[in-house]
């Protein structure tokens, strides 16, 4: 959905009505470009739970809590994005 920012800027061009047509499409080619970068990263994400849920379903799915694959790969992934940022994972 687009910003109302982005709405604004695409409903001034009606109060400019000497500036080129072209214009129109270009402002809207920008937010569909913005738009699929989006749905890039949702399908990324998508892909990311999907795993962790066939994950838990292979390795424990019905065990305890503290066996969940799910937890566990969470935990992993914090730890990691800790030490990349210049600080140990417990």
Known sequence: MP???Q???LVGLVDQPDRPCLEAPDVAAVH??????KLEAL???EAAVAAL???CEARC???AVADCA????LALAAGRASACCGSSPE
């Open 3 to 5: 910003s109302l920012d």
């Open 7 to 9: 709405v604004r800027e």
């Open 32 to 37: 569909l470009a913005e738009v699929r970068r």
């Open 43 to 45: 399908r990324a994400l």
């Open 53 to 55: 849920v066939c994950n």
């Open 61 to 63: 799915a019905g065990g």
């Open 70 to 73: 799910i937890l566990e790969d």
